[in-house]
């Protein structure tokens, strides 16, 4: 009688004190993830089409700060276009006069040129 029997199992639980609470965790998330891959299909789903908007947002991005852009230069070069072809052409809105000065050189004979006032 002086000495008690160890189970045979007894130095493999002293060496690994925590498997049997691994081993059920793992099992718990294997049978959550059998139990969920049509969800979590449509999630992966979801997500990649969600990645594809987000790509399709960025790009109407561009397109309308490079719309915009062209905007501002029409703008500003449509000023400049009609004050160009209005001197040219001799052309006045309405409500404006035109007014020509002739200038005089003295080495070369004369010269017309042309401007326009506005009246307000």
Do not use: H
């Amino acid at each position: 009688m002086g000495q008690m029997r160890q189970p045979a199992g007894a130095p493999f639980r002293r060496r690994f004190p925590g498997l049997r609470s691994a081993t059920v965790v793992m099992c718990g998330v294997l049978v959550w993830l059998i139990l969920n891959v049509g969800s979590l299909r449509q999630f992966i789903a979801a997500y990649r089409q969600r990645n594809v908007q987000r790509d399709n947002v960025e790009l109407v991005k561009e397109q309308i700060q490079e719309l915009e852009t062209q905007k501002r230069s029409l703008e500003l070069g449509m000023f400049e276009n009609e004050k160009s072809v209005r001197e040219a052409y001799r052309l006045v809105r309405p409500g404006e006069k035109l007014i020509l000065i002739k200038e005089e050189e003295k080495t070369s004979g004369s010269t017309e040129g042309s401007r326009v006032l506005k009246n307000r």
